[in-house]
């Protein structure tokens, strides 16, 4: 019996994540695909909650920062910075914070009222 997928089956499954906003190509010529455990959205409130816990509030943060021992036993600790780019992107488009890039870097200020929501 052959367990093969054939590309068609895989492109399919492929889309279907893609549809579901649990999946994105992560290069333009669609051969590698990022596949989310939690979406963008999903992930915005477990990061702003932890930011309300920490006080993170009115201080710059890195990506290293979010990613690092502020999420220990979070579960968006280690997470891909391109994603966690994504999440901090969709919270600066809400409102919480704002983004900064300097030397190359991406910071992230949360702003006071992120503690109200």
Same mark, same amino acid.
């Given at each position: ?10 492109? /399919? ?7 579901? #906003? ?7 010529? #669609? ?10 959205? %999903? ?25 690092? /021992? ?32 300097? %030397? ?14």
């Amino acid at each position: 019996m052959s367990r093969c997928f054939s590309m068609e089956g895989i492109n /399919e499954v492929a889309e279907h994540l893609i549809r579901k #906003k649990r999946a994105e190509w992560s290069d333009p010529a #669609k051969t590698s695909l990022r596949v989310f455990f939690k979406t963008i959205e %999903e992930l915005a409130p477990l990061v702003l909650d932890a930011v309300k816990q920490y006080r993170y509030i009115d201080d710059f943060k890195s990506l290293d920062d979010l990613t690092g /021992e502020f999420a220990f036993g979070r579960e968006f600790a280690g997470l891909d910075h391109a994603i966690m780019t994504r999440v901090v992107e969709l919270l600066r488009a809400q409102g919480f914070c704002v983004v900064t890039h300097a %030397e190359g870097m991406l910071g992230v200020k949360f702003l006071p009222h992120c503690m109200e929501r």
